[in-house]
């Protein structure tokens, strides 16, 4: 193990630990036995060699023998290494075939690896769930004393019963992970699109930890296993509360479609299921891990149509790291969630998603009257907003005019972060889905024409209305960037006056 806990530490010495079942007890062994046999022949040959340059050194006068090719000695050094060989292949091979063996196992789990978690699935108990890293942000991050099992605790532990023989079946959703639980003497690849089988009796009841064992990613670190061991008897009261659980939580869940959270209930459970699920990628703040994990602050993806964000919660990104929730979430917390993405962190949107938008998929028209009262909300909560630092700034940008220079910058940065991933860097865009702005009617022609596209977006088409999202300086600058980048050369310097004019008239 390369990093043991500094907990642990006093308690691994160097060796291998015979673990807590009869088969890591027997690789124990094994391990043991080859490692004493090793150490026999270092003994042995490295003492027949000091023994010879001892014994037999030219300042005792010795002379070295002349024979040669002694048919004796050939025979002698390759039977005694071979039968050293089988020797140890006799035994080695005995306990592989043993840790190959799960039949007749008695309970089965599927073990799904997972970018980055582990999903646990009884078959015959019907008991499924994910386990999840429950180390705290705040230890990892260092702002808090590390807990006794930092980054070796989860959520929901895997428990499986005592003296039963249990078969797991490993298998992957995206990359190669490897499910590694020391004490088992389990450690055994999940590859996607493949079953590989292990199987494990622990007799002790307990705690037992592992981790991930094969690279797989940004938080290869942080999937642990943890296995509760309880005796049968514990095993099936436990497997009863999950079952209850499950048809709670099934009964909850279609009981939340009709449940209406207010937005503060929908901000405070989604900012909980923000942070377990998505902050890995799309950091705490949602600014993401841009080129890798896309920003969520002002993206179209969270400003644009509810439905949409919705399905992309549900249903993943295909070709992405963006994984489907919709097996991993209730549709209470995909609403929640949403409603968090589309509220937090300046994105302002005043949407609230309810759980029956969720799980309708198909229910656009139920969602079509639910939006109606948001978007009839959103300038009033906004009002709130805006009067403290919005209008101070609007009234600045009316007073000053920036220079070409100021514009120009200002302008660039606005677009490679609002513009660029439709109408790419070079402004030459992906036709016919997203225009050229290189040398386009727009960027060329009339100005106010121009600043009313952005400003308003354009009916019909993928193009926003940044009226809401950006400021009218940034609006300015803009449009100036687009107006004179890419040999668009129009010299057309816009003043955010310009923009607060047709911002105003919206
Ligand atoms: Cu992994």
């Given at each position: 193990m390369l990093v043991v806990p500094s907990t642990m530490a006093n308690e691994v010495p160097l060796n291998l630990t015979p673990g807590a079942t009869e088969i890591s007890q027997q690789v124990y062994d094994l391990h043991m036995t080859i490692f004493y046999i090793c150490c026999a022949i270092g003994v042995i040959v490295f003492g027949a060699m000091f023994y010879s340059m001892l014994a037999h050194r030219k300042s005792k006068g010795a002379v070295a023998a002349t024979f040669h090719e002694s048919t004796k000695v050939e025979i002698l050094w390759t039977l005694i290494p071979f039968l050293i060989l089988i020797g140890m292949a006799i035994p080695a091979t005995k306990t592989l075939i043993a840790m190959e063996d799960p039949s007749n196992s008695d309970i089965t789990i599927q073990v799904t690896g997972s970018q980055w978690k582990w999903h646990y699935k009884y078959f015959d108990q019907d008991i499924e769930f994910f386990s999840l890293l429950s180390t705290t942000q705040e230890q990892i991050a260092g702002a808090e004393a590390k807990g006794e099992h930092y980054l070796l605790e989860v959520d929901k532990p895997l428990v499986i019963p005592t003296g039963k023989k249990v078969r797991f079946l490993m298998t992957s959703d995206d990359v190669i992970h490897s499910w590694w639980v020391p004490a088992f003497a389990v450690k055994k690849d999940a590859n996607p699109g493949f079953i590989n089988e292990a199987w494990t009796i622990v007799d002790e009841p307990g705690t037992?930890?592992?981790?991930?064992?094969?690279?797989?990613?940004?938080?290869?670190?942080?999937?642990?296993?943890?296995?509760?061991?309880?005796?049968?008897?514990?095993?099936?009261?436990?497997?009863?509360?999950?079952?209850?659980?499950?048809?709670?939580?099934?009964?909850?869940?279609?009981?939340?479609?009709?449940?209406?959270?207010?937005?503060?209930?929908?901000?405070?459970?989604?900012?909980?299921?923000?942070?377990?699920?998505?902050?890995?990628?799309?950091?705490?703040?949602?600014?993401?891990?841009?080129?890798?994990?896309?920003?969520?602050?002002?993206?179209?993806?969270?400003?644009?149509?509810?439905?949409?964000?919705?399905?992309?919660?549900?249903?993943?990104?295909?070709?992405?790291?963006?994984?489907?929730?919709?097996?991993?979430?209730?549709?209470?917390?995909?609403?929640?969630v949403v409603t968090y993405e589309r509220n937090a962190w300046g994105n302002d949107t005043g949407d609230l998603v309810q759980a029956a938008d969720v799980a309708g998929g198909s229910g656009a028209e139920e969602s079509a009257p639910q939006e109606q009262p948001a978007t009839n909300l959103k300038p009033v909560t906004e009002a709130v907003v805006v009067t403290v630092e919005d209008v101070v700034e609007e009234v600045e940008e009316q007073l000053s005019d920036l220079s070409m220079d100021e514009l120009m910058s200002k302008g660039e940065q606005v677009y490679m972060a609002q513009c660029v991933a439709c109408h790419q860097p070079t402004g030459q865009g992906m036709p016919p889905a997203f225009p050229s702005l290189v040398g386009s009617p727009i960027t060329v022609g009339d100005v106010a024409a121009h600043i009313d596209i952005v400003v308003k977006g354009k009916p019909g088409s993928a193009m926003m209305g940044y009226g809401q999202m950006l400021t009218a300086t940034e609006i300015a600058a803009v449009v100036t960037y687009e107006r004179n980048a890419w040999g668009n050369n129009t010299g057309d310097a816009v003043q955010p006056s310009q923009v607060h004019a047709a911002k105003s008239g919206q």
């Open positions: 037992y930890r592992g981790q991930c064992a094969e690279l797989c990613g940004k938080d290869h670190g942080f999937m642990p296993i943890v296995v509760e061991v309880v005796t049968p008897e514990a095993f099936d009261v436990w497997v009863a509360e999950q079952q209850q659980a499950a048809a709670d939580a099934a009964a909850e869940a279609a009981a939340s479609l009709n449940q209406t959270l207010t937005m503060e209930e929908s901000m405070t459970l989604g900012e909980q299921v923000y942070i377990a699920r998505c902050a890995a990628c799309h950091q705490p703040n949602g600014a993401g891990l841009p080129g890798v994990f896309p920003s969520l602050k002002k993206s179209p993806y969270i400003l644009g149509d509810v439905a949409a964000h919705i399905d992309i919660v549900v249903n993943g990104q295909a070709g992405t790291a963006m994984q489907a929730f919709s097996g991993q979430l209730t549709a209470k917390e995909i609403a929640a």
